[in-house]
Antibody
């Protein structure tokens, strides 16, 4: 059974870089059938998709955050990570990592919903 | 970006009721639509993917339908554990946007 666990500082100062790691157990992040995402949710607000990565370190980011976001993978540790630079109070949220299904078509990949989620980690941006 | 709208934004229902929530993307997303259930303080749970495919372990009272720009999540015979917020999400093109959510609470 695949499980995901987020880890990282719960408090980050404004203008600094938020760094989180998602550790995957019970499965491999090298899977060609899955992509790995970060999603966040401010208190009382809707879900916001941050970006994804899949095998070969291919990434895609939300344009609203693109200039500040980096998602990377460490296959030796079966982890993927999120870095968000120049944070402000608006980045205060619950951050989730999740696994989604991906199917390779003839000329493109097809992406489906995220079936495994971490429990989430709260990040507060404050001095 | 593809914008997602959901209606209603909230509804009150009773156990045993049939509930339907609509999701409308701003452009055609074929069948790349998923539905999630989120309870307070918990991570979202995938209910349906590819418009109508029930995720393993999800009760059959949940169903999804639609295509293009009009999708519906239906819960037949609402159960006490179904009171929650429901989100749709498109995975047709990046960014994989979510709808604003639809809260189902007790009448």
């Amino acid at each position: 059974q695949v499980q995901l666990q987020e880890s990282g500082p719960g408090l980050v100062k404004p203008s600094q870089t938020l760094s989180l790691t998602c550790t995957v157990s019970g499965g491999s992040i090298n899977s060609t059938s899955h992509y790995w995402s970060w999603i966040r949710q401010a208190a009382g607000k809707e879900l916001e998709w941050i970006g994804r990565i899949y095998t070969g370190a291919t990434t895609s980011y939300n344009p609203s955050l693109k200039s500040r976001v980096t998602i990377s993978e460490d296959t030796s540790k079966n982890q993927f990570s999120l870095k968000l630079s120049s944070v402000t109070a608006a980045d205060t949220a619950m951050y989730y990592c999740a696994r989604g299904h991906m199917v390779r078509g003839v000329s493109q990949r097809h992406y489906y919903g995220m079936d495994v989620w971490g429990r989430g980690t709260t990040v507060t941006v404050s001095s | 970006d593809i914008q997602m709208t959901q209606s209603p934004s909230s509804l009150s229902a009773s156990v045993g009721d049939r509930v339907s929530i609509t999701c409308r993307p701003s452009q055609n997303i074929n069948s790349y639509l998923s539905w999630y259930q989120q309870k307070s303080g918990k991570a979202p749970k995938l209910l349906i993917y590819a418009t109508s495919r029930l995720q393993t372990g999800v009760p059959s009272r949940f169903s999804g339908s639609g295509s293009g720009t009009d999708f519906t999540l239906t819960i037949t015979s609402l159960q006490p554990e179904d009171f929650a917020t429901y989100y749709c999400q498109q995975t047709y093109s990046s960014p994989f946007t979510f709808g604003p959510g639809a809260r189902v609470d007790v009448k």
